[in-house]
């Protein structure tokens, strides 16, 4: 203030101005600094809940982005015997268990008569359970497995005594050599045999919301919630996904994705989940044999793919609900109107309708079964149970051409309309289709080799699609140079011209060409293995991860010199 307002001079009148222009000055130097305070204030909050978002979202996303449990026979589909002791209370409170088929569907439940931890088969008191004939619970547990013919075994519990339970589990299946129901292919003996009966520890996290909410209540009205808890968790194991789509975006919300969710709104959090369950349906995909199946819980998965809504998904499944006939193709959900033309364009890639085996068989085991193929109208495709676009199968056949090793020109030939007759472009169009089965007729190691040949050759297949399409569209290429041209124009970040000229510039044509090359290798995936899963593997509890399910306690709330309270109730001399 001295320096730049003061007045140098010392009497009373610039005495006076002095005074006059400190307190504008302080006054006015408190209102710029509040304004720069809250400006400061609201960019490190947006900052702050901007980083928050990208963590929640990626928590949130390794929940749910897993693949179903993978088997050691390589299955993902699993009939899943879930149990669970509760509260642990052995020899108060019986074990609990249910099975579910490949679907999700509760067939039975049934209820432990002994307790697995006494030596001489005590019961728990309720005579009229249907245990009480057998010997012990290693019996019960036995005969159970044997009725039910599960692939797998899901547990989880509300305290640590599910640990303790969880190994005797383990211990009794290795001692009986309990088998699953999957059986693997062994080269040595040239025989299947069944593999050894697996238990999972299952995350509960959406089971302790599933057996209180509205959802279980309409599902299973008659059902205890133990009964719900378990079904959950079954579930869990078969597919993480379908869990988190079958709870509302507030249920969602109120489970701990993060130790600071609590810090954003209720409205930012909402859409970071909505984001997160449109990714991971992209990724999955919906099979619509599930749908014309009409698996409860598996409806809900429409209402994120691309284009729908809550609205549109429920005209959707009604839709498909009125049709009488079985939908074998894409092409029959735009001709018979059950999505209109704009849905279609977006969702399609998303549907997968039908299966490989329809087509070639079956090819489990690495061999060909000798299955009976199903009759193949003329409305069904090869790629209409993959990810690939309807508007990339032409694509994708010429790839499958490319990589069964003919060369350009024999490509250029067979899709070839000009100059030739309605008879020739049919035969045409046939020998492609024969070409493509032949080529998914062979093995998966097989079709790995020739795809992985191929890759190799990829950037020249790209230049090869180039030139088609500057042959057979070129008014649309120069239509979309000229568009993108526009778009540089306008984008401030974009590439400027320089004084020699557009030396700078990227090349249309080589934005094109990397396009084209993720679109190649999305169906190079598809040709190893269409419908393969692309979600991530599984993910197993680590023993960390299993203490703070069952105790709620974390690495913040409790570590290394962290002062907990204890009650002693028995102790010896020879332990102190």
């Given at each position: 203030?001295?320096?730049?307002?003061?007045?140098?001079?010392?009497?009373?009148?610039?005495?006076?101005?002095?005074?006059?222009?400190?307190?504008?000055?302080?006054?006015?130097?408190?209102?710029?600094?509040?304004?720069?305070?809250?400006?400061?204030?609201?960019?490190?909050?947006?900052?702050?809940?901007?980083?928050?978002?990208?963590?929640i979202k990626k928590q949130?996303?390794?929940?749910?982005?897993?693949?179903?449990?993978?088997?050691?026979?390589?299955?993902?589909?699993?009939?899943?015997?879930?149990?669970?002791?509760?509260?642990?209370?052995?020899?108060?409170?019986?074990?609990?268990?249910?099975?579910?088929?490949?679907?999700?569907?509760?067939?039975?439940?049934?209820?432990?008569?002994?307790?697995?931890?006494?030596?001489?088969?005590?019961?728990?008191?309720?005579?009229?359970?249907?245990?009480?004939?057998?010997?012990?619970?290693?019996?019960?547990?036995?005969?159970?497995?044997?009725?039910?013919?599960?692939?797998?075994?899901?547990?989880?519990?509300?305290?640590?005594?599910?640990?303790?339970?969880?190994?005797?589990?383990?211990?009794?299946?290795?001692?009986?050599q309990i088998k699953s129901?999957?059986?693997?292919?062994?080269?040595?003996?040239?025989?299947?045999?069944?593999?050894?009966?697996?238990?999972?520890?299952?995350?509960?996290?959406?089971?302790?919301?599933?057996?209180?909410?509205?959802?279980?209540?309409?599902?299973?009205?008659?059902?205890?919630?133990?009964?719900?808890?378990?079904?959950?968790?079954?579930?869990?194991?078969?597919?993480?996904?379908?869990?988190?789509?079958?709870?509302?975006?507030?249920?969602?919300?109120?489970?701990?994705?993060?130790?600071?969710?609590?810090?954003?709104?209720?409205?930012?959090?909402?859409?970071?989940?909505?984001?997160?369950?449109?990714?991971?349906?992209?990724?999955?995909?919906?099979?619509?044999?599930?749908?014309?199946?009409?698996?409860?819980?598996?409806?809900?998965?429409?209402?994120?793919?691309?284009?729908?809504?809550?609205?549109?998904?429920?005209?959707?499944?009604?839709?498909?609900?009125?049709?009488?006939?079985?939908?074998?193709?894409?092409?029959?959900?735009?001709?018979?109107?059950?999505?209109?033309?704009?849905?279609?364009?977006?969702?399609?890639?998303?549907?997968?309708?039908?299966?490989?085996?329809?087509?070639?068989?079956?090819?489990?085991?690495?061999k060909r079964n000798k299955?009976?193929?199903?009759?193949?109208?003329?409305?069904?495709?090869?790629?209409?149970?993959?990810?690939?676009?309807?508007?990339?199968?032409?694509?994708?056949?010429?790839?499958?051409?490319?990589?069964?090793?003919?060369?350009?020109?024999?490509?250029?030939?067979?899709?070839?309309?000009?100059?030739?007759?309605?008879?020739?472009?049919?035969?045409?169009?046939?020998?492609?289709?024969?070409?493509?089965?032949?080529?998914?007729?062979?093995?998966?190691?097989?079709?790995?080799?020739?795809?992985?040949?191929?890759?190799?050759?990829?950037?020249?297949?790209?230049?090869?699609?180039?030139?088609?399409?500057?042959?057979?569209?070129?008014?649309?290429?120069?239509?979309?140079?000229?568009?993108?041209?526009?778009?540089?124009?306008?984008?401030?970040?974009?590439?400027?011209?320089?004084?020699?000229?557009?030396?700078?510039?990227?090349?249309?044509?080589?934005?094109?060409?990397?396009?084209?090359?993720?679109?190649?290798?999305?169906?190079?995936?598809?040709?190893?293995?269409?419908?393969?899963?692309?979600?991530?593997?599984?993910?197993?509890?680590?023993?960390?991860?299993?203490?703070?399910?069952?105790?709620?306690?974390?690495?913040?709330?409790?570590?290394?010199?962290?002062?907990?309270?204890?009650?002693?109730?028995?102790?010896?001399?020879?332990?102190?």
């Open positions: 203030f001295q320096t730049c307002f003061a007045i140098d001079k010392e009497d009373e009148v610039n005495q006076a101005w002095n005074d006059f222009r400190k307190r504008c000055f302080i006054e006015a130097l408190h209102k710029i600094l509040g304004e720069i305070a809250t400006e400061i204030k609201s960019d490190l909050t947006k900052k702050c809940e901007s980083l928050i978002s990208l963590e949130f996303s390794n929940l749910v982005d897993q693949a179903p449990y993978r088997s050691e026979a390589g299955s993902y589909e699993h009939k899943v015997l879930s149990i669970t002791c509760g509260n642990g209370n052995f020899g108060k409170e019986p074990v609990v268990a249910v099975i579910l088929d490949h679907y999700g569907k509760l067939l039975d439940d049934y209820v432990f008569y002994h307790n697995p931890f006494a030596f001489n088969g005590s019961e728990n008191g309720n005579q009229e359970l249907e245990g009480k004939n057998y010997a012990n619970f290693d019996e019960e547990f036995k005969v159970l497995v044997k009725k039910w013919q599960p692939s797998l075994v899901a547990i989880n519990g509300f305290n640590t005594a599910t640990l303790k339970f969880m190994k005797k589990l383990r211990a009794i299946i290795q001692y009986h129901s999957e059986v693997v292919f062994q080269e040595e003996t040239n025989e299947e045999v069944n593999i050894p009966l697996d238990v999972v520890f299952a995350n509960d996290q959406v089971a302790t919301l599933y057996q209180f909410n509205e959802r279980g209540k309409i599902e299973y009205p008659n059902k205890a919630p133990i009964i719900k808890y378990l079904i959950s968790i079954g579930r869990f194991i078969q597919n993480p996904l379908l869990e988190y789509v079958n709870l509302s975006i507030n249920e969602i919300c109120s489970l701990s994705i993060h130790p600071y969710q609590h810090l954003i709104s209720t409205d930012l959090m909402a859409r970071l989940v909505e984001q997160v369950l449109v990714d991971s349906t992209c990724i999955t995909g919906v099979k619509l044999s599930f749908l014309q199946k009409k698996i409860p819980h598996y409806l809900p998965l429409v209402e994120y793919l691309p284009g729908f809504g809550k609205r549109k998904a429920l005209q959707f499944i009604e839709d498909l609900e009125q049709e009488n006939t079985e939908l074998v193709s894409r092409q029959q959900l735009i001709t018979r109107s059950i999505l209109s033309k704009t849905i279609f364009i977006n969702a399609i890639g998303y549907i997968k309708i039908g299966e490989l085996s329809t087509f070639v068989g079956d090819d489990t085991f690495g299955k009976k193929v199903q009759s193949i109208t003329s409305e069904q495709d090869v790629f209409d149970c993959s990810s690939i676009h309807p508007e990339d199968y032409e694509l994708a056949r010429k790839y499958v051409l490319f990589v069964m090793g003919l060369s350009k020109d024999e490509i250029d030939n067979l899709f070839q309309e000009d100059d030739l007759s309605e008879d020739e472009i049919s035969e045409n169009e046939q020998k492609v289709y024969n070409m493509v089965l032949e080529f998914y007729k062979k093995s998966k190691q097989e079709r790995t080799e020739l795809v992985n040949l191929a890759k190799a050759k990829n950037f020249t297949f790209a230049q090869y699609v180039l030139e088609w399409e500057e042959r057979d569209h070129p008014e649309e290429t120069k239509k979309s140079t000229i568009e993108e041209d526009d778009e540089d124009e306008d984008d401030d970040y974009a590439i400027k011209k320089t004084e020699r000229g557009d030396e700078n510039k990227i090349d249309p044509r080589i934005k094109k060409a990397v396009k084209l090359y993720i679109l190649l290798v999305n169906i190079y995936y598809e040709l190893i293995e269409p419908s393969s899963e692309a979600r991530k593997t599984f993910k197993i509890f680590s023993e960390p991860a299993t203490f703070e399910n069952l105790t709620n306690e974390d690495e913040m709330s409790f570590h290394v010199g962290k002062v907990v309270s204890m009650k002693v109730i028995k102790f010896k001399p020879d332990q102190v």
